[in-house]
């Protein structure tokens, strides 16, 4: 009988084969999808791909750019909202 846990597609199946000749499945996590931008969808440079367990052990600094909107816009995104906004302040 399986694991519970391994029968959803959560974990990846690879198949392994063994020095006796045997093919075996072993479970891996999946890696997460690039960060994308909210407005354009273009891939976030600067915003790392990681499991959540490998993200946190980054300074906080590597984890997102230090701008506004950072690690949600991407760099072009971001000057047209800051121009609209500018624009828009009475």
Same mark, same amino acid.
């Given at each position: 009988?399986?694991?519970? !846990?391994?029968?959803?597609?959560?974990?990846?199946?690879?198949?392994?084969?063994?020095?006796?000749?045997?093919?075996?499945?072993?479970?891996? %996590?999946?890696?997460?999808?690039?960060?994308?931008?909210?407005?354009? %969808?273009?891939?976030?440079?600067?915003?790392?791909?990681?499991?959540?367990?490998?993200?946190?052990?980054?300074?906080?600094?590597?984890?997102?750019?230090?701008?506004?909107?950072?690690?949600?816009?991407?760099?072009?995104?971001?000057? !047209?909202?800051?121009?609209? %906004?500018?624009?828009?302040?009475?």
């Amino acid at each position: 009988m399986s694991n519970a !846990k391994l029968k959803s597609r959560t974990f990846r199946r690879i198949k392994v084969k063994t020095p006796g000749g045997k093919t075996n499945t072993h479970f891996r %996590r999946r890696k997460p999808s690039k960060a994308i931008c909210a407005t354009c %969808r273009k891939t976030l440079l600067g915003v790392p791909q990681g499991l959540p367990m490998q993200v946190a052990k980054l300074p906080k600094t590597a984890r997102r750019p230090e701008r506004p909107y950072g690690g949600v816009l991407c760099s072009a995104c971001t000057r !047209k909202v800051l121009q609209q %906004r500018a624009r828009a302040a009475p």
